[in-house]
């Protein structure tokens, strides 16, 4: 989805430059000083908004309520999609807080306690109704991807479900073993 948002508002943003330059350059009389000096709004249009004063303010007004829900929805497209953290416990005394980065942090650890991981890369994704590890392993030339996407589901996202108290804690895993480097010949 995330794609598909960049793609949709870089295509947008080209074709509105587009027509910036476009006009820019008919105003600047590239296309002749006929179009250049040519009116933006029809007689008939001119004469309606003469004839009824509510046309520019309702122009305005909807001018306004577009850019409004533009700076909303660039708000919206701003944020990262990565918690802080994720709230561990809430009751009488207080609530115990575990941030993203100690999360994240101690389950590349975890993944890194396999002898075939070379390295491991985690990142919390999600709300906190749903959080989501993901998580980028890279394992050793002719590992066994299999035992270590058990590894995985075995130990190392349990324990970070047990340690977090979140049994709904869910991981998406991309894995990648490194092939044998290639033989030399002399």
């Known amino acids: 989805m995330e794609r598909w948002n960049s793609v949709l508002l870089g295509l947008l943003g080209l074709l509105l430059l587009g027509a910036g330059v476009v006009v820019l350059l008919a105003g600047f009389g590239v296309f002749g000083t006929a179009f250049a000096d040519q009116a933006v709004l029809s007689p008939d249009t001119r004469s309606f908004a003469a004839r009824h004063g509510w046309f520019w303010p309702a122009v305005g007004t909807a001018a306004g309520l577009l850019a409004l829900g533009a700076l909303g929805w660039l708000c919206v497209q701003l944020r990262t999609g990565r918690p802080r953290g994720l709230q561990i416990t809430d009751d009488v005394v207080g609530g115990v807080h575990v941030g993203s980065a100690a999360l ?83």
């Open 104 to 186: 994240t942090d101690a389950v590349a650890d975890d993944l890194l306690q396999n002898p075939v991981v070379r390295a491991a890369r985690v990142d919390l994704r999600g709300g906190p109704r749903r959080p989501v590890l993901q998580m980028a392993v890279e394992a050793e030339a002719g590992a066994d991807a299999r035992a270590v996407r058990s590894d995985v589901e075995g130990r190392v996202l349990p324990h970070a479900q047990r340690a977090l108290g979140r049994p709904d804690l869910a991981a998406e895993v991309e894995l990648g073993v490194y092939a044998a480097p290639p033989a030399r010949v002399l």
